[in-house]
C-alpha cells in the first residue's frame, strides 16, 4: 500500500485544492520516511511470497528466510532515522516472542535441503545466538539423532513383523529391493548423523 502511495505523490498536493475536507497533506519528510519503510517491509513481502507457496515445499528455506528477516531487523536498528529504529526495536521485541527459538524438525528440513546442508545452520546460528549457537546447534543434532533412532527402530520392526509373515528364499532376502531401499536411506541418515560429529 505504501509503495502505491509512493506513485501517487504528486496527487496529494493537488487533492488539497480540490477538497476542502483533505487538510494532512503528507510532507517531503513523510514521503522520505515512506519510501524507507516501503523497502524495509519488502522482506516481509519476501518471506510471505515463500511460505505461502502451494505447489512446491516450503520447510527448507524456513531457516534462511526467518534469519534474513531478523538480520533485516538488526540492520535498521542501526538505522540514522530515529523512527526507523523505533519500529526496529518493537519489530525485534515480537520476532523474538514468535521466532526466538527454531522449531527442530524445520531446521532438520533446511539441513537437508542439498543446497545448504549443515553449514547454513552453523552460519545462520552463529549470527543469530552468537556465543550461544553451539548449545543451540546440539540441540538440532540430539533432534536428528532422535530421527534416525527412531526410523531404525521403525525399520527393524517392519522388517521382524514381515519376516514372520511371508517366507522368503535365501537368495531373495539379500538381494530384495526393499533391503536395497532400507540399506540406501539407513546409510544416508547415518551420513547425516556423522555430519554432526
Known amino acids: 500500500?505504501?509503495?502505491s502511495a509512493l506513485m501517487y505523490k504528486t496527487v496529494f498536493p493537488r487533492l488539497k485544492h480540490k477538497d476542502s475536507h483533505y487538510k494532512n497533506v503528507p510532507t517531503e519528510d513523510d514521503w522520505v520516511l515512506a519510501k524507507e519503510i516501503s523497502g524495509k517491509l519488502d522482506v516481509f513481502y519476501q518471506a510471505t511470497e515463500e511460505f505461502s507457496g502451494t505447489k512446491y515445499p516450503t520447510?527448507?528455506?524456513?531457516?534462511?528466510?526467518?534469519?534474513?528477516?531478523r538480520d533485516a531487523i538488526n540492520d535498521w536498528s542501526t538505522s540514522i532515522c530515529?523512527?526507523?529504529?523505533?519500529?526496529a526495536s518493537s519489530m525485534a521485541h515480537k520476532f523474538d516472542s514468535y521466532w526466538g527459538?527454531?522449531?527442530?524438525?524445520m531446521v532438520v528440513a533446511t539441513i537437508l535441503d542439498p543446497r545448504y546442508k549443515m553449514k547454513v545452520m552453523e552460519c545462520?546460528?552463529?549470527?543469530?545466538?552468537?556465543?550461544?549457537s553451539s548449545y543451540?546447534?546440539?540441540k538440532i543434532q540430539q533432534v536428528l539423532l532422535r530421527m534416525v533412532g527412531e526410523y531404525e527402530k521403525k525399520s527393524k520392526a517392519s522388517q521382524a513383523s514381515s519376516s514372520n509373515?511371508?517366507?522368503?528364499s535365501p537368495s531373495q532376502s539379500t538381494m530384495g529391493p526393499p533391503k536395497k531401499i532400507h540399506d540406501s536411506i539407513s546409510i544416508l541418515l547415518?551420513?547425516?548423523?556423522?555430519?554432526f560429529m
Do not use: W
Open 59 to 69: 520447510a527448507n528455506n524456513y531457516l534462511p528466510t526467518v534469519c534474513d528477516i
Open 136 to 138: 543451540e546447534i546440539n
Open 82 to 87: 530515529e523512527q526507523i529504529k523505533l519500529m
Open 101 to 105: 527459538n527454531f522449531h527442530g524438525i
Open 1 to 3: 500500500m505504501i509503495r
Open 124 to 132: 545462520y546460528f552463529h549470527s543469530f545466538y552468537g556465543d550461544g
Open 165 to 168: 509373515h511371508t517366507h522368503v
Open 190 to 195: 547415518k551420513f547425516l548423523v556423522l555430519q
